[in-house]
């Protein structure tokens, strides 16, 4: 698709016919609970797709570029200033349901119908590689959820429940509330039972262990 100008009729005609497959979608959602953000068009009829990493996740960004392909016009940019990578998809209206889903006056939230949404193992695994890390010291894991506070979080423990059979904590510090996916339950062996086929090798430490690149963030253990 990059070949392609973006105002040619080619581009016209090509958005009239495009519709996410359930892949895209899938991994859509899972983008969107993590690091993913969604930018509304001018005309308020359709929305674009932003994919920002840190460099040390590149390979991360082209693998969901390549999930992405056929609505990108331009290869991921280097942001030298702060080391991150990013990519962003052309405007288009199938994206803008997930849009008015998931955000209230361009804050993003987590809807109160989520478990209609988060329904598959894809999603919870690119949710994982956005925002999730394992503990050094036990085998627990984490999903950094502090943005959609507490109701947001218990919106998404009450999915997890329902969608995935997960007993997961909240667990609150400074900076507000997070998933927590306990060991001693079994939730987080079943956690990565259902998400390991898709995550890919270049995020499988956060199976095992915090980034080294992260901080530690009190509170949490």
Same mark, same amino acid.
């Given at each position: 698709?990059?070949?392609?100008?973006? @105002?040619?009729?080619? &581009?016209? @005609?090509?958005?009239? !016919?495009?519709?996410?497959?359930?892949?895209?979608?899938? !991994?859509?959602?899972?983008?969107? &609970?993590?690091?993913?953000?969604?930018?509304?068009?001018?005309?308020?009829?359709?929305?674009?797709?932003?994919?920002?990493?840190?460099?040390? %996740?590149?390979?991360?960004? &082209?693998?969901?570029?390549?999930?992405?392909?056929?609505?990108?016009?331009?290869?991921?940019?280097?942001?030298?200033?702060?080391? %991150?990578?990013?990519?962003?998809?052309? !405007?288009?209206?199938?994206?803008?349901?997930?849009?008015?889903?998931? +955000?209230?006056?361009?804050?993003?939230?987590? $809807?109160? @119908?989520?478990?209609? +949404?988060?329904?598959?193992?894809?999603?919870?695994?690119?949710?994982?590689?956005?925002?999730?890390?394992?503990? &050094?010291?036990?085998?627990?894991?984490?999903?950094? !959820?502090?943005?959609?506070?507490?109701?947001?979080?218990?919106?998404?423990?009450?999915?997890?429940?329902?969608?995935?059979?997960?007993?997961?904590?909240?667990?609150?510090?400074?900076?507000?509330?997070?998933?927590?996916?306990?060991?001693?339950?079994?939730?987080?062996?079943?956690?990565?039972?259902?998400?390991?086929?898709?995550?890919? $090798?270049?995020?499988?430490?956060?199976?095992?262990?915090?980034?080294?690149?992260?901080?530690?963030?009190?509170?949490?253990?």
């Amino acid at each position: 698709m990059s070949n392609h100008h973006t @105002n040619s009729r080619w &581009l016209r @005609n090509y958005k009239t !016919t495009f519709v996410l497959s359930d892949i895209q979608k899938d !991994t859509l959602i899972g983008t969107l &609970l993590g690091d993913g953000y969604l930018r509304l068009s001018i005309s308020r009829k359709s929305a674009r797709l932003q994919v920002y990493h840190s460099i040390h %996740a590149k390979e991360y960004v &082209l693998w969901k570029r390549n999930i992405f392909k056929n609505m990108i016009l331009a290869d991921p940019f280097y942001q030298s200033v702060n080391r %991150a990578i990013r990519f962003t998809t052309v !405007t288009h209206s199938s994206l803008l349901e997930f849009q008015q889903v998931f +955000y209230k006056e361009k804050i993003k939230t987590i $809807p109160k @119908n989520i478990e209609e +949404y988060l329904t598959s193992s894809l999603s919870l695994a690119v949710w994982f590689m956005d925002d999730g890390n394992g503990y &050094l010291d036990n085998n627990a894991l984490r999903i950094s !959820t502090y943005a959609f506070g507490l109701e947001g979080n218990l919106l998404l423990q009450s999915c997890l429940k329902k969608n995935f059979d997960l007993d997961i904590h909240l667990r609150r510090d400074s900076k507000g509330y997070q998933i927590y996916i306990p060991v001693k339950n079994g939730s987080a062996s079943k956690f990565k039972e259902i998400i390991q086929e898709h995550i890919i $090798p270049t995020m499988k430490y956060k199976l095992e262990h915090r980034s080294p690149v992260e901080t530690y963030i009190g509170g949490t253990r």
